[in-house]
């Protein structure tokens, strides 16, 4: 079956510590792989796409790596603040615009 | 940057009426937009790919008579629950993407009460 698993429901870091969520996947072939950041009540907002040639990517902080083999995504957050603290969901992105989510992992930066 | 603007943001409803959702591309034309639900620590799950001009595609297990997905314009979506029941309560979010391969962009999610 089709699965796309985010390693952990929640994950709890002290600020200034590097915050590394996983996405694996099953059965998928994902054209590319995005990243979202959901806070409460609100719609996900765009952060990093990756595309299935790619290794890596990243964005000031934001750091992405796509594992094609593994079937797996890393997103880091380095020098991580409590204003990181949000949902962070995985998406990957079919060939015909199919667009499939994972769970999310709640991240938590105490300061 | 993309703005998809979505209203209402909240809505509490009686049981058995209609509930209509609109979800608007700001500045950019969307042929496609998607609309999601999703449950309280859950995932976004796919609902229905509405289409400019065409019928609506919708994912195996939801009922197209009781979300009825209008798209008549480039930049105008509208989900409409109807016959809402207490099951139907949850949080509806609609995306559409400027082009491909790009980020989606969301509408900020209304969250459906019914009573």
């Known amino acids: 079956s089709q699965k796309i698993e985010q390693n952990s429901e929640a994950l709890n870091i002290q600020e200034g510590k590097t915050a590394t969520l996983t996405c694996n996947y099953t059965?998928?072939?994902?054209?590319?792989l995005q990243w979202y950041r959901q806070d409460p009540g609100r719609g996900p907002v765009f952060l990093l796409l990756i595309r299935e040639n790619e290794k890596e990517k990243r964005k000031e902080r934001l750091k992405v790596t796509f594992d094609t083999t593994l079937k797996q995504s890393l997103f880091h957050i380095t020098a991580s603040q409590p204003a990181d603290s949000a949902t962070y969901l995985c998406?990957?992105?079919?060939?015909?615009?199919?667009?499939?989510f994972g769970a999310g992992t709640r991240l938590t930066v105490k300061p | 940057g993309a703005v998809v603007s979505q209203h209402p943001s909240r809505v509490i409803c009686k049981s058995g009426t209609s509930v209509k959702i609109e979800c608007r591309s700001l500045?950019?034309?969307?042929?496609?937009m998607f609309w999601y639900r999703q449950f309280p620590k859950q995932s976004l799950m796919l609902m229905a790919t509405s289409n400019e001009g065409s019928k609506a595609t919708y994912e195996q297990g939801v009922e197209k008579d009781k979300f009825l997905i209008n798209h008549a314009s480039l930049t105008l979506s509208t989900l409409t629950v109807t016959s809402a029941h207490p099951e139907d309560s949850s949080f509806y979010i609609c995306?559409?993407?400027?082009?491909?391969?790009?980020?989606?962009?969301f509408g900020s999610g209304t969250r459906l009460t019914v009573v």
């Open positions: 998406a990957l992105d079919m060939k015909n615009n199919d667009m499939r």
């Open positions: 500045d950019f034309q969307a042929t496609t």
């Open positions: 995306s559409a993407r400027v082009r491909t391969p790009d980020g989606y962009t």
């Open positions: 059965n998928y072939s994902p054209a590319y």
